[in-house]
Nanobody, 128 residues
C-alpha cells in the first residue's frame, strides 16, 4: 500500500513563499513520476508540476513557471514544491501524486487520471 503525506501548507500574504513536502512510504521502487496538483473549490484537480525519478526532467504549468520549483530526495522518499512569489490565485488544496507506469519517466502526464496514488492534500491560502 503506497501512502503519500503532504505537509507545509498554510496562509501567507501575496509575494510570500511556502515549501510543500510529500513523504512517501509503502513502496519498493523509486522509479516513479511524481507530481503536484492543486484543486480549487468546485473544480477538478489541475496539474502544477512533475518530476522524473532521477530528478533530471522537471515540468511546470504555465501558471507557475518561474515561481515554483519541484525537487525530490529519493533517499528520504520525498518530493518538494518550493513556491515563491505566491499570488491569491495560487490559493487551493495541493496534492502530491505518484505513478510507476513508465518506470520513472513523465511523458505527457498532466491530468489527474494519469496518476495512481495520491496524498490527502494540504491547504495553501494566499491573501492580498
Amino acid at each position: 500500500q503506497v501512502r503519500l503525506v503532504e505537509s507545509g501548507g498554510g496562509s501567507v500574504m501575496a509575494g510570500g513563499s511556502l515549501r510543500l513536502s510529500c513523504v512517501a512510504s509503502g513502496y519498493s521502487s523509486s522509479l516513479n513520476c511524481m507530481a503536484w496538483f492543486r484543486q480549487y473549490p468546485g473544480k477538478e484537480r489541475e496539474w502544477v508540476a512533475r518530476i522524473s525519478s532521477s530528478g533530471s526532467s522537471r515540468y511546470y504549468a504555465d501558471s507557475v513557471q518561474g515561481r515554483f520549483t519541484i525537487s525530490r530526495d529519493n533517499a528520504k522518499n520525498a518530493v518538494y514544491l518550493q513556491m515563491n512569489n505566491l499570488k491569491p490565485e495560487d490559493t487551493a488544496m495541493y496534492y502530491c501524486a505518484a505513478d510507476w507506469t513508465y518506470g520513472g519517466d513523465c511523458p505527457s502526464m498532466e491530468m489527474w487520471y494519469d496518476f495512481g496514488d495520491w496524498g490527502q492534500g494540504t491547504q495553501v491560502t494566499v491573501s492580498s
